[in-house]
């Protein structure tokens, strides 16, 4: 085995270790495509939220972003309530009883009529995020 094989060789084993070690932690990894625009806004949120002298690194901002939004899940439900129809916690209503909604298609079914986004449900502010 030339020294090129023998580098190849160590460099493929200390690969399958962190693998391992990864998964036996708990860390997923996987692959994202991100077009120019939006890459862009990533490394905006980076800069922007990260230290000056240390933005945050891809997946450290895609952390974060998953931590702030996870947060607002108890706020979004409390405000959307239960659905008339069903009766189920809504934004999910009666998907959780059938695929797709129970109702849906049914005219009083939130599913079918007032359907919004999620997104809607906060509003960035200068002084941070508002709850509509």
Not at 67 to 91: M, Y
Not at 115 to 128: A, M, N, V
Request: hydrophobic share 30%; aromatic share 4%.
């Amino acid at each position: 085995m030339d020294k090129r094989e023998k580098q190849r060789e160590q460099a493929r084993i200390r690969a399958q270790r962190l693998r391992n070690k990864r998964k036996a932690s708990g860390v997923t990894t996987f692959p994202l495509t991100l077009d120019a625009v939006d890459m862009a806004k990533l490394d905006e949120v980076c800069r922007v939220f990260g230290m000056p002298d240390a933005p945050y690194s891809h997946t450290e901002a895609l952390a974060e972003m998953i931590t702030h939004f996870h947060g607002q899940i108890a706020n979004v439900r409390e405000q959307l309530g239960t659905c008339g129809k069903c009766g189920e916690q809504l934004p999910e209503g009666c998907a959780n009883c059938h695929e797709g909604g129970l109702f849906k298609g049914d005219a009083t079914c939130w599913h079918t009529t007032q359907r919004i986004s999620i997104r809607e449900l906060s509003t960035i502010t200068e002084k941070g995020v508002k709850h509509v």
